[in-house]
């Protein structure tokens, strides 16, 4: 099955700097790609995804670009603010069932 | 927005005891999940269920493991025997059109097997 890896596991950063989290796939047939926040004590909550036949898209402070030949995606989050810190998580799907693969996580920490 | 809820927030249950998760998925999702998180550990998949029955498994989800859609609201997880490594965080999510579209999660139902 699809193997998702992502880092770094931890990322800390200033208030206004830029934050990049990067994850790979295995499969190739992996067309759907959401992200998710997850805060402490609740549910992952989608922030933006991404499609395979899209290479970037843009949500405000937050975009995601994808490499199908490399197989793997970024996220990408701008002038970062306290309320930013969180657990990231990438995600993917095959394409082969309703199934999503999701990487280790990345721990946020924007520092005021 | 709609939300998908789960009851109860937190369980507690002694080995070898069932639980049952319950979940409100979002109603006009067709398609339905239960994933577990082990502290600190990655979001793992468990079940799909979709049309009243389970569209996919993990390994995970063994015998011990059930599903059901009760009614039209209702969609629940069913431990028969709990077990200590089954503590976790257990997520229910829904969506609209399976792999393509936006998984979206309740806050999770903490079980601890002690």
């Known amino acids: 099955g699809e193997n998702v890896e992502q880092h770094p596991s931890t990322l800390s950063v200033q208030e206004g700097d830029s934050a990049v989290i990067k994850c790979t796939y295995s499969?190739?047939?992996?067309?759907?790609f959401p992200w998710y926040k997850q805060e402490l004590g609740k549910g992952p909550q989608l922030i933006i995804d991404?499609?395979?036949?899209?290479g970037e898209k843009k949500d405000q402070r937050i975009a995601v670009t994808l490499n199908k030949t490399a197989k793997h995606f970024s996220l990408h989050i701008t002038e970062t603010q306290p309320e930013d810190s969180a657990v990231y998580f990438c995600?993917?799907?095959?394409?082969?069932?309703?199934?999503?693969?999701f990487g280790t996580g990345t721990s946020l920490t924007v520092i005021p | 927005e709609p939300e998908v809820t789960q009851t109860p927030s937190h369980q507690v249950t002694q080995m070898g005891q069932e639980v049952i998760l319950r979940c409100v998925p979002i109603s006009n999702h067709l398609y339905f999940y239960w994933y577990r998180q082990i502290l600190g550990q990655k979001v793992e998949f468990l079940v799909s269920?979709?049309?009243?029955?389970?569209?996919?498994k993990s390994e995970i989800f063994d015998d011990q493991f059930s599903v059901e859609r009760p009614d039209g609201s209702n969609f629940t997880l069913k431990i028969r025997s709990t077990k200590l490594e089954d503590s976790a965080m257990y997520f229910c999510?829904?969506?609209?059109?399976?792999?393509?579209?936006?998984?979206?999660f309740g806050n999770g139902t903490r079980l601890t097997v002690t």
């Open positions: 991404i499609r395979s036949n899209v």
């Open positions: 999510a829904s969506n609209q059109q399976g792999g393509d579209s936006p998984l979206h």
């Open positions: 499969d190739s047939a992996s067309n759907y």
């Open positions: 269920f979709y049309n009243n029955e389970i569209s996919e």
């Open positions: 995600a993917a799907n095959p394409n082969t069932g309703n199934q999503f693969y």
